[in-house]
């Protein structure tokens, strides 16, 4: 038998390896028939069959290298999922943070640029809107009064097509200071302004006021006059106060109206200064001056006054008060002239109600603003007339002015009437606002 007809098994034996049989995935498996055992002794045996040769035994297949064992694939159970818990680490202690000045030093210069540039544009959007406030359409309008740009609003309406207006002019506060941002110098602009308007038949002058310097109040005084010999009739209008200079504003309208508990009157002049000599005297302080004639420093508080001094200053007060009678006494017509005014008993100085003021005569009427409106269109001849109010417009100087610093030490502490009164100068003022 060649090596050929040899059945693998036998050529495995004889090379002394063992190859395994070779599996083809689609054939069935071989069904081994059990061994037959011999029957057992004295049985009959039947006669044996034929002998019928084997089939010959097929063709060796070509032998297959070895391969490893192919594991079936492990059937995994579904994962257990099981919540995942995680604690966050522990935060370190934060160390402090060191402040770093720097930075704070330019953010505050930042927030103060800013803020500078901020206020500029609000003062630059208020002129603009004082600018187009003046704009017809929106019922104001503007006027040139002393080189001072006023606005006229309306406070009543007139009668249908009546042009004429009463111009009402605020006097309120201390009276001080004739230039253009003082409160002197707004009244005057607006007198002259009123004065230029055709349409203004009367101007009313709406007053609250303890008086003030005497040379303020006598500008405003001859500005009032100026309105009247213009053709304009004036009518004071007395609120809380209209006492000396208020009053000596008030002698050159046509006619006075007072509330019946108004302060006036205080028809008088005052000087007042400070001397600190016991005081530095106390301390040891002396003061020095150099003057260039004995009167130069007659109100030095540093000394005593002398005599001379007195009679001086006292004679200078005089010489005003009488100025103050005569402007009374021209007036008023219960006055025929200033030694009557001198001999009456308010010629002191003292304070008056308004109805003591009327028994007096020094007012013509007790009653309220509207009598005064009344007043003002009777006397103006135009009852359908309009009334209007004048203010000045008032401009970025005028902002910047009101924004200066307020006043410090034991001045601060007094009253704004009080701590508007400097020494050496001269007043029309009620004797309450007087340090």
């Keep these: 038998m060649t090596d050929h007809e040899k059945p693998a098994a036998a050529l495995s034996e004889e090379a002394g390896t063992t190859s395994p049989e070779p599996v083809e995935p689609d054939a069935e498996p071989a069904i081994r028939q059990p061994p037959v055992s011999p029957a057992p002794q004295g049985t009959p045996t039947a006669a044996p069959a034929p002998m019928v040769p084997p089939p010959p035994p097929p063709a060796a297949p070509e032998p297959i290298a070895p391969t490893a064992p192919v594991s079936p694939p492990a059937v995994s159970s579904p994962p257990i999922v099981r919540p995942v818990i995680r604690t966050p680490p522990a935060t370190p202690p934060t160390p402090p943070k060191k402040r770093n000045w720097g930075c704070l030093i330019a953010a505050g210069i930042t927030v103060l640029i800013a803020g500078a540039g901020c206020f500029a544009l609000i003062l630059f959007s208020g002129v603009i809107t004082a600018v187009v406030a003046g704009v017809e359409s929106s019922g104001v309008s503007l006027h040139e009064g002393g080189g001072v740009r006023v606005q006229e609003s309306v406070i009543q309406k007139g009668a249908p097509g009546c042009s004429d207006k009463i111009a009402v002019i605020d006097v309120a506060g201390i009276i001080r200071g004739i230039g253009p941002q003082s409160m002197g110098g707004r009244v005057c ?119 001379d001094e007195k009679v001086f200053v006292q004679g200078m007060v005089n010489q005003t008060f009488t100025e103050f009678c005569k402007i009374v006494a021209d007036g008023r017509p219960d006055f025929a002239d200033v030694e009557a005014v001198k001999a009456t008993p308010f010629a002191d100085g003292r304070i008056l109600s308004g109805a003591e003021a009327k028994e007096a005569g020094l007012v013509d009427q007790l009653g309220y603003f509207e009598d005064a409106i009344a007043k003002a269109r009777e006397l103006s001849g135009s009852p359908g007339a309009k009334v209007v109010r004048f203010r000045r417009v008032r401009g970025l100087q005028d902002i910047l002015m009101s924004m200066q610093a307020k006043k410090t030490g034991l001045k601060s502490l007094l009253p704004e009437e009080m701590s508007a009164i400097e020494p050496g100068r001269m007043y029309f003022l009620m004797p309450t606002v007087i340090p």
């Design 189 to 307: 602009a607006e007198l002259a302004a009123a004065r230029r308007d055709e349409n203004v038949k009367a101007i009313l002058l709406d007053m609250n006021t303890p008086g003030g310097e005497v040379t303020a109040s006598d500008e405003i005084h001859r500005q009032v006059n100026k309105c009247r010999e213009a053709g304009k009739s004036v009518v004071t209008c007395m609120h809380a106060m209209g006492a000396s200079g208020g009053y000596y504003i008030a002698c050159a309208s046509d006619h006075i109206i007072a509330n019946r508990l108004t302060m006036t009157g205080s028809v008088g002049v005052i000087i007042s200064t400070v001397n600190y000599k016991e005081l530095f005297d106390k301390i040891g302080l002396k003061g020095e001056t150099y003057a260039s004639g004995k009167m130069k420093d007659m109100l030095s508080g540093s000394r005593m006054r002398r005599d």
